[in-house]
């Protein structure tokens, strides 16, 4: 996402370090959409943080999965009580265990 969480931009040094090459888009309106071509992992964040943006995450998982990409989602604001990505499509679900 080009509107998540504030480490989001470390991260990204980091992978394109690599030679990883590393796209975003805003959560809102599922724009992730329009830069899905040639992805390998579509990396959602959904309630973004801190803007609260949301996506739908069975749309992208079910577009992205179509494309041969695995989907991540970061589930930290929503927490497991208010949304399940693996239930909606996504691959992998993490959150910060430090909130
Ligand atoms: C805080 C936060 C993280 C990072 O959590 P740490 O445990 O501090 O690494 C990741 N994603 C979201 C959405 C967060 O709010």
Do not use: M
Not at 22 to 49: C, F, H, I, M, Y
Not at 53 to 82: Q, S
């Amino acid at each position: 996402p080009s509107d998540g969480y504030q480490a989001l931009p470390l991260v990204r040094a980091q992978l394109e370090a690599y030679g990883i090459e590393v796209r975003t888009a805003p959560t809102g309106q599922d724009a992730q959409l329009d830069v899905l071509g040639g992805a390998k992992l579509l990396w959602l964040e959904t309630p973004s943080n801190p803007g609260l943006d949301v996506c739908d995450v069975r749309r992208l998982a079910e577009a992205a999965h179509a494309r041969g990409a695995l989907v991540a989602v970061d589930n930290t604001l929503a927490t497991p009580l208010g949304q399940r990505p693996l239930e909606l499509g996504a691959d992998f679900a993490v959150a910060s265990g430090t909130k």
